[in-house]
């Protein structure tokens, strides 16, 4: 082989192998991790983060209804979960602004190497893979720093097909570097003619509803529709290497910035990371509910008692007891939780908690 042939096959070892090393902005683009629900029904009439982790669906105006699932897939090598959009309502008369988008959603500070805004700014590589009832489906880039927007569509075969579009540069617009919501991943599934009636932005431009699902077809046409996607992967240039795999823990250590909960058990006792702590009086209770790792910001917390029950805190020994919040929350973890009258003085108390905050 020659040096200039030894190069090349260098150049496409670094380019298309995993020894890059982090290349993927997007967490949990395998799927693996779905803390809230494995499975939820029903969805369709709010917007919301309901079963795989970082990943948010928004709604308006769709009378159609799925569930949605992390599904254990076999058919499709180095991937064992994806995510699941089966159809139980149709929404066969698509008003003008109806949407439907399955979303993923990045701070500012973790993608400036993109450049965007700059004269040497970098492209954008979104990949996944897809297979489900054959439709054209559209996938926008949008940029929330500076209302700008590029759109491509893609299409659905009832095989797995890995999916590569490459979104051009931007030298228009930075991103703010810090820990608040600067860019969309949408993949766009359902849309009304509001957002279809235009011409496709598939250069980055100021948003215009109109040029931002030009060509997407209607997951919700029949209830016989469904589509899965795994390995999704953002990357900075124009290059589409292989998924890039994180360990189990490493990727749902990075779902826990944005969203973790305690473990949860009934009975008397409570185990795991759950908040149990001593009043001091009838109206507050002080102990300590480290987070598993340091949250994106200081977090919404829900508290539940052992019987599941939103708003409880359990005495123990005995039982749940209604309208105790939590309150000392850092992005770190939480030492109080308060009721404004009606706690047990000189007792303990316990609860389970969700902590959210999520772009």
């Known amino acids: 082989m020659t040096k200039a042939a030894e190069l090349a096959k260098m150049g496409e070892v670094l380019t298309n192998s995993q020894?890059?090393?982090?290349?993927?902005?997007?967490?949990?683009?395998?799927?693996?991790v779905a803390q809230r629900s494995a499975s939820v029904t029903g969805i369709g009439a709010a917007n919301g983060y309901f079963t795989v982790d970082r990943f948010k669906l928004f709604q308006?105006?769709?009378?159609?209804?799925?569930?949605?699932?992390?599904?254990?897939?076999?058919?499709?090598?180095?991937?064992?979960?994806a995510m699941k959009f089966d159809v139980t309502t149709a929404d066969s008369s698509i008003a003008?602004?109806?949407?439907?988008?399955?979303?993923?959603?990045?701070?500012?500070?973790?993608?400036?190497?993109?450049?965007?805004?700059?004269?040497?700014a970098e492209g954008f590589t979104v990949s996944f893979y897809v297979k489900g009832t054959a439709k054209t489906y559209s996938v926008e880039l949008f940029d929330a720093d500076n209302?700008?927007?590029?759109?491509?569509?893609?299409n659905v075969t009832t095989s797995w097909n890995?999916?590569?579009?490459?979104?051009?540069?931007d030298t228009t617009g930075k991103f703010d570097s810090d820990n608040a919501l600067s860019l969309y991943i949408l993949i766009w599934v359902h849309a009304g003619s509001t957002y279809t009636g235009g011409t496709a932005a598939t250069s980055w431009a100021a948003n215009n509803n109109a040029n931002r699902a030009v060509g997407c077809g209607s997951l919700f046409s029949s209830t016989d529709n469904e589509l899965f996607i795994t390995g999704?992967?953002?990357?900075?240039?124009?290059q589409a290497t292989p998924f890039e795999h994180r360990s189990l823990g490493e990727e749902l250590a990075l779902c826990q910035r944005y969203y973790q909960q305690?473990?949860?058990?009934?009975?008397?006792?409570?185990t795991g990371n759950s908040f149990h702590g001593h009043t001091i009086n009838t109206t507050e209770c002080i102990?300590?509910?480290?987070?598993?790792?340091?949250?994106?910001?200081?977090?919404?917390?829900?508290?539940?008692?052992?019987?599941?029950?939103?708003?409880?805190?359990?005495l123990i020994g005995t039982s749940d007891v209604s309208g105790v919040a939590a309150s000392l929350i850092t992005a770190t973890g939480f030492i109080k939780i308060s009721k404004s009258s009606g706690l047990t003085d000189a007792r303990e108390y316990g609860c389970h908690y969700t902590a959210t905050a999520e772009l």
């Open 19 to 32: 020894i890059g090393g982090r290349r993927n902005i997007v967490i949990n683009g395998a799927m693996n």
């Open 162 to 169: 890995r999916i590569v579009l490459n979104f051009p540069a």
């Open 262 to 270: 305690s473990d949860a058990d009934t009975g008397s006792g409570l």
């Open 287 to 314: 102990g300590q509910a480290p987070f598993v790792t340091t949250m994106r910001a200081t977090p919404t917390i829900v508290i539940f008692g052992n019987d599941g029950t939103a708003g409880e805190a359990h």
């Open 60 to 81: 308006a105006g769709t009378a159609g209804r799925l569930t949605m699932s992390q599904a254990v897939i076999t058919d499709l090598g180095g991937f064992s979960k």
């Open 96 to 120: 003008a602004g109806e949407i439907f988008q399955i979303g993923t959603l990045f701070e500012g500070q973790d993608i400036q190497g993109f450049k965007k805004g700059h004269s040497d």
């Open 232 to 238: 999704l992967q953002m990357e900075v240039g124009s």
């Open 147 to 154: 209302t700008r927007h590029v759109t491509q569509t893609f």
